[in-house]
């Protein structure tokens, strides 16, 4: 009986062993399978995308003009599409336009333009454009002064570069009369030669004269430009100088005559100078010398012994010209 009673606890202790066992193997599992996985090294944020690079903003700048003898204007341009455009002369307002779908613009002021020198220039803003934008180059526009009675010269319309080696460059729609003829500018080296420039219908022919003895010739190109260089038949002191145009085709001779001025041995040093003759003005010598009207201030220091008054000089006057540096 004992013995029954004994191998009974004992196989009760067996048994609850191996539930203790049981329970301590399925906690421990359950434990295991609870625990959070361990953390991970954190990944970097993916980085944003890179924002498209701004288009380059769009400088406003001049196409053509027309300028009439009265100083009404008409300016074409280009610029941004959809830009505001504000014209200036000198830096001051003087109108503004919007500039189509296709970037260009065309601005006609609402007075004529005063007779003498003037430098437009333009600045746009775009849409979504923060600040306003220059053009690279300025306009310059010289509408002659005539006294009543005698028939008006065309204006001169120039874009004026921003580099020294560049060349200016005629901008001027208007036609010119028909079979005419003009003298610019008549430039004396140190050394004896003359440059005569001047205007004529494109293409004609040039014919100059000193005293009635044919000294030199040129022709007129596609914006009826002409410049004859003369090396010598020029007397010192004052002569005649006669212009004459032949064609193109069967156009009639334009004809002109003026008396000019030389300058004596050692008057100007070893200089050049320049004669004055009709229609110019101090912008207009420094525009045709340097490409640059603002330079006349340049011309008025080099002569003011000779010039009272730098808006007003005078047929066969004879001026120092700066070095063209």
Same mark, same amino acid.
């Given at each position: 009986?004992?013995?029954t009673?004994?191998?009974?606890a004992?196989?009760?202790?067996?048994?609850?062993?191996?539930?203790?066992?049981?329970?301590?193997?399925g906690?421990?599992?359950?434990?295991e399978?609870?625990?959070a996985?361990?953390?991970?090294?954190?990944?970097?944020?993916?980085?944003?995308?890179?924002?498209?690079?701004a288009?380059? @903003?769009?400088?406003?700048?001049f /196409?053509? #003009?027309?300028v009439? +003898?009265? =100083?009404?204007? &008409?300016?074409? !341009? $280009? %610029?941004?599409?959809?830009?505001?455009?504000?014209?200036?002369?000198?830096?001051?307002?003087i109108?503004?336009?919007?500039?189509?779908?296709?970037?260009?613009?065309?601005?006609?002021?609402d007075?004529?333009?005063?007779?003498?020198?003037?430098?437009?220039?333009?600045s746009?803003r775009?849409?979504g454009?923060?600040?306003?934008?220059?053009s690279?180059k300025?306009?310059?526009?010289?509408?002659p002064e005539?006294?009543p009675g005698t028939?008006?010269?065309?204006p001169?319309?120039?874009?004026?570069?921003?580099?020294?080696?560049?060349?200016?460059?005629?901008v001027?729609?208007?036609a010119?009369? @028909?079979?005419r003829v003009t003298l /610019?500018? #008549?430039e004396?080296? +140190?050394? =004896?030669?003359i &440059?005569f420039t !001047? $205007? %004529?219908d494109a293409g004609?022919?040039?014919?100059?004269?000193?005293?009635?003895?044919?000294?030199?010739?040129?022709?007129?190109?596609?914006?009826?430009?002409?410049?004859?260089?003369?090396?010598?038949?020029?007397?010192?002191?004052?002569?005649?100088?006669?212009?004459?145009t032949?064609?193109?085709?069967a156009?009639?001779?334009?004809h002109?005559?003026?008396?000019?001025?030389?300058?004596?041995?050692g008057?100007?040093?070893e200089?050049?100078?320049l004669?004055?003759?009709?229609?110019?003005?101090?912008?207009?010598?420094?525009?045709?010398s340097?490409?640059?009207?603002?330079?006349?201030?340049?011309i008025?220091?080099?002569n003011? /012994?000779?010039i009272?008054?730098p808006?007003r000089?005078?047929?066969?006057?004879?001026?120092?010209?700066?070095?063209?540096r």
């Amino acid at each position: 009986m004992r013995r029954t009673i004994w191998i009974l606890a004992v196989a009760i202790l067996a048994v609850a062993a191996a539930g203790l066992i049981v329970f301590e193997l399925g906690t421990s599992r359950r434990i295991e399978i609870a625990k959070a996985p361990p953390p991970q090294p954190a990944r970097p944020a993916p980085a944003p995308p890179a924002a498209p690079a701004a288009a380059p @903003a769009i400088a406003p700048s001049f /196409d053509a #003009v027309h300028v009439g +003898p009265d =100083g009404k204007a &008409v300016i074409a !341009g $280009r %610029a941004a599409p959809g830009a505001d455009v504000t014209i200036l002369d000198r830096g001051k307002e003087i109108g503004h336009v919007t500039a189509d779908q296709n970037g260009e613009f065309v601005f006609m002021p609402d007075k004529p333009l005063e007779p003498g020198p003037q430098e437009l220039s333009l600045s746009s803003r775009g849409p979504g454009e923060a600040a306003p934008v220059p053009s690279a180059k300025s306009l310059a526009i010289l509408v002659p002064e005539h006294p009543p009675g005698t028939a008006p010269e065309p204006p001169v319309a120039l874009l004026l570069p921003q580099k020294p080696d560049e060349a200016a460059r005629a901008v001027q729609l208007q036609a010119r009369g @028909a079979h005419r003829v003009t003298l /610019d500018m #008549v430039e004396y080296d +140190p050394s =004896g030669r003359i &440059v005569f420039t !001047g $205007r %004529a219908d494109a293409g004609a022919g040039i014919d100059l004269a000193v005293n009635g003895r044919h000294i030199g010739a040129a022709a007129a190109d596609a914006g009826g430009n002409w410049s004859s260089e003369v090396a010598g038949g020029v007397p010192v002191g004052r002569y005649r100088l006669q212009v004459d145009t032949h064609g193109p085709g069967a156009a009639p001779p334009a004809h002109l005559t003026l008396e000019l001025r030389r300058a004596a041995p050692g008057e100007f040093g070893e200089g050049a100078y320049l004669a004055v003759v009709p229609g110019n003005t101090l912008w207009h010598l420094a525009l045709r010398s340097f490409g640059a009207g603002l330079r006349y201030v340049e011309i008025y220091r080099a002569n003011r /012994d000779r010039i009272e008054d730098p808006d007003r000089i005078y047929p066969n006057e004879l001026l120092a010209l700066p070095s063209k540096r």
